[in-house]
């Protein structure tokens, strides 16, 4: 039954949906998504290096979107540029450095919208295993770092006083944000990574009165995306990432219907 | 004198600049158990700060501060709580420590707040909010806690209950308070030592003492000083805008 790549596709994404789902709370939460562009933007470069080298493609998008995460804390430290005109730098310079070195890859055939956009016909075997072990190991170390990450989410200083380290927190998160990227790169592309993080997440939000809930509503919302995506990108075959961000988007505007009912109840 | 393993934190010169600019310098405090310390002083004056150096959020600092437990409840200034997070006061109870129902259902009936466990926080008044602040802290039942300013925006009924009820806790789970208050008849009432700050620290000692000193005196005029004493001294040092002391 695995061979048929579009059960594969579909195997893929709802394994990247259940990840996506919590960190993508986290991103909303902490307005993270400008930083998660960054990653996904220096993955790029994980890719190349991947296919020159004849590394895997997730191990080596994971060392990259790391090494540019530690690169941004580091810059943070040493100069007194905004936050945002340094993510801008690093997702942008790495995007460049990326398609310089493809550009001298001349000998080895890329499929650049597939990386852009994700194709599901390049789904293996052996990246289902990648994403549900990762994805497995993403949610366990999540669920780990919780409370420590969500309190200094809600109050830095609250955290930090009553003992809680959400500075290590915060590092080994950033971490998790590079995993994510890696594992998800092929199934959405580089481009739409951090839509499958935010759109179910803001979804969520609007219908839901608890974190935990918006957790949950947010990977029903990941999953439903993925499911409605993939089956419309085999039936009008189009690039299966924007499928599924698409199908996000849907569910989105729906959940707004909801707030608007909420807000005239209210008055 | 209480021996020293009554002591929870201890500054030591304790000072903390940001921007090379001295926010507070030279603090040297300690808050034992069942112990209520109270900081006063001016706007900008450093209370803040210490809380802040004694809870061990600012790390980069002069001097050093000792702390010797682990168990602590803190109520910040301020808080804000963004819209795109969904928090309901029973999950913001169980922030930092996970909590049994009951121990949360006490400490938001003390604080007189267990009607609003299933609200938004963001739906709360600030007098609402600075309650369950205040339930949060005790909930978890700490060997020390830090107030800065518990009590405002809370209704003039509520501050006296609210005070007696910092002042019971203190009694009762024997914990050492640092506490931060603009409420000068309270801190002389319910106060073991009272540090006076201004940049630096101006006088300490019990209540009775600072009422006397000349320096809280001049920080906080002749009627502050007449709620206890009548003492009278002059001010023999003013301070700059750049937070140095001159003598006159």
Same mark, same amino acid.
Do not use: F, N, P
């Given at each position: 039954m695995l061979d048929d790549f579009f059960i594969r596709a579909l195997i893929a994404g709802i394994g990247v949906a259940f990840v996506t789902g919590p960190l993508g709370c986290f991103v909303v939460w902490r307005r993270l998504s400008y930083f998660g562009d960054t990653l996904a933007h220096s993955a790029l470069l994980g890719v190349t290096l991947a296919y020159s080298m004849e590394f895997n493609i997730a191990f080596s998008v994971f060392i990259i979107s790391s090494l540019i995460a530690l690169t941004l804390i580091q810059l943070q430290k040493r100069t007194n540029l905004p936050g945002d005109a340094l993510l801008g730098l690093l997702a942008h310079s790495s995007l460049a450095v990326g398609l310089v070195v493809i550009g001298f890859l001349s000998f080895i055939r890329f499929d650049i919208m597939g990386l852009l956009f994700g194709d599901i016909l390049a789904? *293996?075997?052996?990246? !289902? !295993? /990648? /994403?549900?072990? =990762? =994805?497995? !190991? /993403? !949610?366990?170390?999540l669920k780990l770092i919780w409370k420590p990450l969500f309190a200094s989410t809600v109050n830095y200083e609250l955290a930090e006083a009553e003992g809680l380290n959400p500075d290590r927190a915060k590092a080994i998160f950033t971490i998790l944000m590079a995993a994510i990227i890696a594992i998800s790169i092929k199934m959405v592309g580089l481009l739409l990574i951090t839509g499958m993080l935010i759109i179910p997440a803001a979804m969520a939000r609007n219908i839901s009165s608890s974190p935990q809930k918006m957790v949950m509503y947010s990977i029903i919302g990941g999953l439903l995306s993925v499911i409605l995506g993939l089956f419309s990108s085999l039936e009008f075959n189009t690039a299966s990432g924007p499928s599924i961000i698409a199908a996000s988007l849907f569910l989105f505007i729906l959940s707004l219907l909801n707030i608007k009912q909420s807000i005239k109840l209210k008055n | 004198m209480s021996s020293d393993q009554n002591i929870l934190v201890k500054l030591n010169k304790a000072g903390f600049s940001l921007n090379n600019k001295w926010l507070v310098k030279g603090v040297s405090l300690q808050v034992e158990k069942g112990k209520i310390v109270t900081l006063i002083g001016p706007n900008g004056s450093g209370k803040s700060t210490t809380a802040k150096i004694a809870l061990g959020i600012y790390k980069k600092i002069d001097g050093s501060v000792e702390k010797y437990t682990n168990k602590v409840g803190y109520v910040p200034q301020k808080i804000s709580i963004d819209w795109t997070l969904p928090l309901r006061v029973n999950d913001f109870m169980v922030l930092t420590e996970s909590l049994?129902? %009951? &121990?949360i259902d006490e400490a938001l009936s003390l604080t007189g707040v267990i009607h609003l466990k299933d609200k938004n926080l963001g739906d709360l008044s600030g007098g609402e909010f600075q309650r369950v602040l205040l339930a949060r802290a005790i909930s978890k039942k700490p060997e020390l806690l830090v107030l800065d300013e518990p009590v405002q925006g809370v209704d003039f009924t509520g501050e006296i209950a609210l005070y007696e009820l910092i002042k019971k806790i203190s009694d009762e789970l024997n914990c050492g308070i640092l506490l931060i208050s603009h409420d000068l008849h309270t801190v002389m009432s319910a106060t073991d030592h009272v540090v006076c700050l201004n940049g630096h620290v101006c006088c300490s000692g019990s209540p009775m003492d600072v009422a006397k000193n000349n320096e809280y005196k001049a920080l906080f005029g002749e009627q502050a000083s007449q709620i206890l004493s009548r003492y009278e001294?002059?001010?023999? +040092?003013? +301070? *700059? &805008? %750049?937070g140095e002391i001159k003598k006159n």
């Open positions: 789904v *293996t075997v052996d990246d !289902l !295993l /990648i /994403i549900w072990i =990762g =994805g497995a !190991l /993403i !949610l366990l170390v | 049994d129902k %009951e &121990s001294h002059r001010h023999d +040092h003013v +301070h *700059t &805008s %750049e």
